[in-house]
């Protein structure tokens, strides 16, 4: 195909995915940024931000190649390393309507997003120069081949039949187990258990999670890669799933806390966003608001374990983005439907058990991919310096010993008082540490 077959529609609806999905990174950054301390706000905020970067740069030399271009069922190729041959023309393979330029651009910003979302289960304590090493590492050896798997021509998960529609396994279970992992392996904050680790900004994930409602849009719709049905089916059953987590998310809270909180609505509608994501352009409206219904209360009850545990997730990663996912993708087997998308493929209550089989395989396939991979290249990087930071610099607060910087310059009475409590807490931090050795 040459440039003058490729759909101008298409192509304008993909670069306008591929810019919604970019805008999820900083919305991320609010919604986990306002989630912390806010001596840590501006760490947070970086971790997302500096994942926009380097994961760029990364997919542009060999992240897509290693993704997409023709290669084993487990791994592609360096064909397309440097985004060699990646122009104006389309590939049949992938998108036959829109500039293979275009389709990997939008891709880029999934992996981007990805990484960004493990740093929420390691914020308030990890080095961000072994932040950035893992995030580069991570992204070659567990994000890139697992998209392979699941979306690469002739991937191993491809050619099973599992259906993925927009990264339910590739982006939120790889990333919920990779977190889960990475806090257990950096241990609890000094302060957890302790001390009440009360969000320093609500606004700030409110404004997060409004932001990636809005980007999610491209995120789910976008993947349709086209501007037709499948993509009008994916854009309706994000919103019905995230309005209808967010609803079931405040009952809940207003059963167990007898309030409807506004941290509360704003992990129910991304947990929806996260649950619907592998199935959006499989299954129906009315099925959405099942699959949020059912991942708001999975997820609700998983964070309310993690809570009563010693495991400090520090923002519920794995409760929201790894149990919702899996939620999503087990769903998408029970819900999936040809009448919505022929392209894909029946599920359970279409009279096809096997499909729900198959997903599960690929639930479990991504969780060992995700977790053995943690597990040794975190173990790399702690080689190169450690993955925490010390004790006193996590007492003084991470912005100022990782970025020399702070977020927030006011002097008022509680910045003060804040201050000083700090200064009697770090004359006894190297005794702290001391014992801790």
Known sequence: MNTTDISAGDTAWVLISAALVMLMIPGLAFFYGGLVRRKSSLN?????????GVISVQWVIIGYSLAFSPGSSFLGGHQWAGFAVVGANANMTYAPTIPHLAFAAFQMMFAAITIALVSG?????????????????????????????????????????ALDFAGGTVVHISAGTSALVAAIMLGKRRDFGRAALVPHNVPFTLLGAGLLWFGWFGFNAGSALAANGVAANAFVTTH?????????WMVLDLFRNRHCTAVGAATGAVVGLVAI??????????AAIAIGVLAASASFFAMQLRSRSQLDDAL?????????????????GVFATKGVNAGGGDGLLAGN??????????????????????????????LFGGLRISLADEIAGIDGAEH???????????????????????AHAGDDERTAA
């Open 353 to 382: 058990a096997h499909q729900l089989a198959v997903q599960l395989y690929a639930v479990l396939a991504t969780i060992t991919l995700a977790s053995v991979g943690t597990v040794i290249l975190l173990s790399v990087v702690k």
């Open 44 to 52: 947070t905020l970086m971790m997302s931000v500096a994942a926009l």
């Open 277 to 286: 994501t592998p199935a959006a352009g499989f299954v129906t409206p009315s």
């Open 316 to 332: 519920d990663v794995f409760a929201c983005h790894g149990v919702a996912g899996i939620v999503g993708a087990l769903l998408t």
């Open 240 to 248: 019905t799933a995230a309005a209808s987590a967010l609803t079931m």
């Open 121 to 161: 289960a390691v914020v308030e304590r990890m080095k961000f120069s072994a932040y950035l090493l893992f995030a580069l590492l991570w992204s070659t050896f567990i994000y890139d081949p697992l998209a392979h798997w699941v979306w690469g021509d002739g991937g191993w998960l491809h050619t099973l039949g």
């Open 404 to 426: 020399g910087e702070q977020a927030y310059h006011g002097g008022d009475l509680d910045e003060l008082a804040g201050g000083l409590g700090d200064s009697i807490v770090l």
